[in-house]
């Protein structure tokens, strides 16, 4: 089968289509998905260029979202037959899903939502589970509360603008303001253009100084440190940057704020609260562009070019 195979880090050059063994099934719990499509997430490109060399053995292939069809299943799978679609994010760590065919448990499994594209249902897996575990586990938001979701453009931003919205939140957000129109449509209140505006004195003039319950950060920088000045009194950070230097949380202790950190989900409860919502239509998928496998690379640049010919919004997909 083809494969996207890393054998050495480095840019997206280190990508390469190589042809490799086709998996089978060695165990009765198995199940062979033939991968219709997947997407390319930062943690794709992390893996990539080495951040998390100590836990792979070279060569890899990474990749964390997959759709596609079941064509095998072991001999103890009862729930799942082939034919069945079904959508999921493979185990980090394991074979990724930038490959023709994926061999997983059956218990990753989720059935493939009514009415979406392979390639719609490829955006969801991981970000799905990340935000559900960032915005309802995490920072408990509830009906009425308030929202800022920095970086409302990305993967995890417009959906968890949606979902912020489905559960009763006032949402704010930041965009560049040629993708306002597209992030009120995606369910943000308020949006502000990070690059001519600073969010924290916007969202004390908003709040009349009261500052918002929830901060969801997927920019990172020095936000763990300036967030807690638009926050209200015991309010809630939800991060999943990495944190490269030490930062000053003297306003959080002044706010008695609260924070979390998460590392990307991939769970296969969270992404059945997010299959509810998408079959009910509170929220839906964000594709920003298709590529097909072969052109692995591009998507990687696309994804890491800070001098676009357009901003990016939402998931970048790569379709087998």
């Known amino acids: 089968m083809k494969a996207i195979v890393i054998k050495n880090y480095g840019g997206p050059e280190a990508l390469t289509l190589t042809e490799v ?111 559900w575990e960032m915005l309802v586990v995490r920072a408990q938001l509830k009906k009425g509360e308030s929202i800022l979701i920095l970086g409302g453009a990305g993967g995890v931003g417009t959906l968890a603008i949606q979902v912020a919205k489905a559960l009763g939140a006032f949402v704010y957000t930041t965009g560049q303001r040629v993708l306002h129109e597209k992030l009120q449509e995606l369910g943000a209140d308020i949006i502000f253009d990070h690059h001519h505006q600073n969010y924290i004195d916007e969202i004390q003039t908003h709040t009349h100084g009261k ?14 440190s300036d967030a807690p000045l638009a926050l209200a009194n015991y309010g809630r950070i939800v991060t999943l940057v990495d944190i490269p230097q030490p930062q000053n949380l003297i306003n959080a202790w002044e706010k008695n704020a609260t924070y979390h950190f998460v590392f990307t989900r991939q769970s296969r409860d969270e992404l059945h609260h997010i299959t509810e919502l998408i079959e009910a239509g509170h929220i839906k998928p964000v594709v920003d562009s298709i590529y097909p496998i072969e052109e692995v690379k591009d998507a990687h640049q696309r994804m890491e070019d800070s001098k676009r010919d357009r901003p990016l919004l939402g998931k970048i997909v790569l379709s087998l």
């Open 21 to 131: 063994e086709t998996p089978s099934i060695t165990d009765e719990n198995q199940v062979l998905v033939k991968v219709r499509a997947t997407s390319v997430n930062p943690l794709d490109y992390q893996v990539r260029r080495g951040d998390y060399a100590a836990l792979f053995d070279l060569p890899i292939t990474t990749g964390h979202d997959i759709s596609g069809d079941i064509i095998a299943v072991g001999k103890s799978v009862k729930k799942w037959k082939p034919g069945d679609k079904v959508y999921y994010s493979p185990q980090f760590g394991g074979f990724g899903s930038y490959a023709e065919y994926h061999l997983t448990n059956e218990f990753s499994l989720s059935k493939m939502p009514e009415g979406l594209s392979y390639e719609e249902a490829a955006a969801m897996p991981l970000i799905g589970g990340t935000v």
């Open 211 to 224: 500052g918002v319950d929830v901060i969801i950060d997927t920019v990172g920088g020095t936000t763990l």
